[in-house]
């Protein structure tokens, strides 16, 4: 005989199974019937166990739990298995154990339900045609996120559809299948959002502490603002300079808002929107959405002591908030919405290209918006104008040691050198036969730059199937938290490394790549090409990680690539890549490589007869590229006779056998050591 939690364990997996089976969703009575129709005794035997609920009865309060689960929606009447029901399914094949993670779920939502209930609460303060990261709805109420997202599932307060993962993807953890991401991705675009290529725009998300209530007297964080006033956009007469004529003369930053109507600062972001939507009805729907957005922040989110940057060109003025917005009349409606600002020594303004950080740089350069958060950047504004306050430190790329150049058997002069050209331009290839020392030489020189911490070197190595995705960024299959199977934006070496130069400005980061030449250059640096030259621009990455923001290369990154001329792929570079990085020669018949193995025999002790043996093979080698590097004789076996006469045969002499293929030349009686032995004497 069952007991009552088995039949109540059957009861709620066959309901779930049923409604798998009706996307259309069912009433509760229909359910109850169709379950009884699988199960005729399940009635009778519940009853047996003693249970004073009618069994329906039961099953209805019994299903909370697949509603606080995230399992089940029930709306208008009817039940609906929503897709992580569906996963549940899938997950937990058993009845019981089915029902004991139900249950499991409704009392971690009765243990946390503030926190679910305040996570309602943020979500139903996004406006329409905006989302909100589930991440930081998660951080703010201290939920588990993968619990947030299941439990919106459930709940579908107003507006769920507008949680969304950080960059604006539909959250992994809601299992949906094609059919529940187009009805998703549907609600979201009836509901203003744009949806291309299957993510939110970026600019429509709304940052979590622009819908948390601020108790009264709570002291908000500063911010930081761009405001653009040198040419305003929407006015009637384009090209004002109001930074020289308004903005430093009477201390204010302005918005033009020709028509906008007068609204109280503070306004809820709906209110802006509605205004605008009127008194810009002939503007395309992008203009109004963008220009609700920019008055938004200009009227509720900038607050008294936020700061303000604008740039005349090159010349950059930051000020302070002194006070909250007010409409004013201005002639030709080019500053009609404006704030007090206190500008800082505005007869000295800061140089846009030597004092501003290259990622707000790019920010600035950017001409989307006209007001743009710099929130990000409000250490480096208050650096620059703050007194007595630590301004980032600048990175420094170390002279060459005269130890170090002995070390690599190399010219100081020629080491320096390198050192002077990665100053210059943070990107530099070595290249050259085999065995020149490239790869050893890239190491040795990224370990002294960066004062020999290893973290802040990386090294990869291309090849014909080495893609932008794993290089920089892609999407790969991760294992989530419930052991499925998502898919995630993965960060690939490059933007680690990158990550951490940003996290520490003053320190050098090396990538060294190995064998450069042997990718598909264009495919695997994408748009981070342009970022070789331009490191102060910005660029739109192709996953959109960037959220929107624009990505940039600090300019503590540097790049020491190697290339082998042996097998002609450094003729397939274009003029592009040549323009971006120094080249630096490494040939067995020129210095520093030329001499390498010299001073190496010297400094061993050792007999020269194996440099004189590569010099004269080097010299009946017609091909200047296939010439041989003094690194394969770099080894203490040449010392015997046995060790150089194993080194000729099984690396050598089968490099020049494969160069010499098929033309008829007798590699032995050309290059074996006997043939160079009997030249020399």
């Avoid at 003693?50 to 995230?70: D, H, I, Q």
Wanted: hydrophobic share 40%; charged share 25%; proline share 6%.
């Amino acid at each position: 005989m069952s007991t009552k939690l088995a039949l109540e364990a059957l009861m709620m997996r066959s309901g779930a199974t049923i409604l798998a089976d009706h996307p259309e969703g069912l009433r509760a009575q229909i359910l109850w019937q169709m379950i009884v129709e699988r199960h005729p005794a399940i009635e009778e035997e519940y009853v047996a166990t003693g249970a004073k609920a009618n069994p329906a009865t039961n099953f209805r309060w019994n299903s909370v739990s697949l509603v606080k689960a995230g399992w089940v929606n029930k709306t208008g009447g009817r039940w609906y298995l929503t897709p992580v029901g569906r996963w549940a399914l899938r997950q937990y094949t058993e009845p019981d154990r089915f029902f004991r993670q139900a249950n499991d779920r409704y009392y971690d939502w009765e243990r946390n339900r503030d926190a679910f209930q305040r996570a309602q609460e943020l979500v139903e303060a996004v406006e329409e045609s905006h989302w909100i990261s589930a991440g930081e709805v998660a951080d703010e109420t201290g939920l588990d996120v993968t619990r947030l997202v299941h439990w919106f599932q459930g709940a579908r307060p107003e507006g769920w559809w507008r949680l969304l993962d950080e960059g604006g993807h539909l959250p992994a953890d809601a299992h949906l299948d094609e059919t529940d991401r187009e009805k998703w991705l549907g609600l979201l675009a009836a509901d203003g959002v744009d949806v291309a290529q299957g993510r939110a725009d970026p600019l429509r998300k709304v940052p979590i502490q622009d819908v948390v209530p601020v108790d009264e007297g709570e002291e908000v964080a500063r911010r930081a603002w761009l405001v653009r006033g040198s040419d305003v956009r929407g006015a009637e007469l384009h090209g004002e300079n109001l930074i020289r004529t308004l903005w430093l003369r009477d201390n204010v930053c302005s918005l033009a808002a020709s028509r906008l109507r007068d609204i109280t600062t503070g306004a809820p972001l709906e209110v802006v929107k509605a205004a605008v939507n009127e008194d810009y009805s002939g503007r395309s729907n992008q203009d109004r959405a963008r220009l609700a957005v920019e008055y938004h922040m200009f009227l509720t989110r900038m607050a008294e002591g936020d700061l303000i940057l604008t740039n005349d060109g090159s010349q950059v003025y930051i000020g302070i908030v002194q006070g909250p917005a007010s409409f004013r009349s201005s002639v030709d409606g080019r500053a009609n919405l404006q704030r007090p600002v206190q500008w800082h020594d505005p007869g000295n303004p800061f140089d846009f290209a030597e004092d501003l950080p290259d990622e707000l740089a790019a920010q600035v350069a950017n001409p989307d918006a006209d007001v743009i958060e710099l929130s990000r950047f409000l250490a480096a504004l208050e650096n620059l104008i703050g007194p007595g306050t630590t301004v980032q430190p600048e990175m420094k790329l170390p002279d060459a040691p005269e130890q170090l150049a002995r070390k690599l058997l190399v010219g100081h002069g020629w080491l320096q050198e390198c050192v002077e050209l990665l100053r210059e331009r943070p990107q530099m290839i070595f290249y050259g036969p085999p065995g020149t020392g490239k790869t050893f030489l890239a190491r040795e020189l990224a370990r002294h730059l960066v004062g020999g911490k290893p973290e802040n070197v990386q090294l990869v190595q291309f090849h014909p199937a080495y893609s932008y995705e794993d290089f920089f960024e892609g999407y790969r299959p991760q294992k989530g938290k419930d052991g499925s199977v998502v898919f995630d934006v993965v960060h690939g070496p490059f933007r680690r490394l990158v990550s951490a130069a940003r996290e520490h400005p003053g320190d050098p980061y090396v990538l060294i790549i190995d064998e450069i030449n042997r990718g598909n250059l264009a495919k695997i640096f994408g748009e981070l090409y342009f970022l070789l030259e331009y490191r102060r621009e910005s660029v739109h990455l192709l996953y959109g990680s960037d959220e929107g923001q624009g990505f940039t290369l600090p300019g503590n990154v540097l790049l020491i690539g190697t290339m082998n001329t042996a097998d002609r792929s450094i003729a397939l570079v274009d003029a592009a890549m040549r323009r971006r990085f120094w080249f630096t020669e490494l040939h067995p018949d020129v210095p520093p490589t030329r001499d390498v193995l010299p001073e190496w025999l010297k400094e061993k002790g050792y007999s020269d007869e194996p440099a004189r043996l590569l010099t004269e093979l080097n010299r009946r080698i017609q091909d200047r590229d296939f010439r041989i590097g003094p690194s394969y004789l770099m080894r203490d076996s040449v010392a015997t006779e046995q060790g150089l006469e194993r080194i000729w045969q099984k690396q050598i002499i089968p490099l020049l056998e494969e160069h010499h293929y098929g033309d008829g030349t007798d590699v032995q009686g050309q290059y074996g050591l006997d043939a160079l032995r009997s030249a020399l004497s």
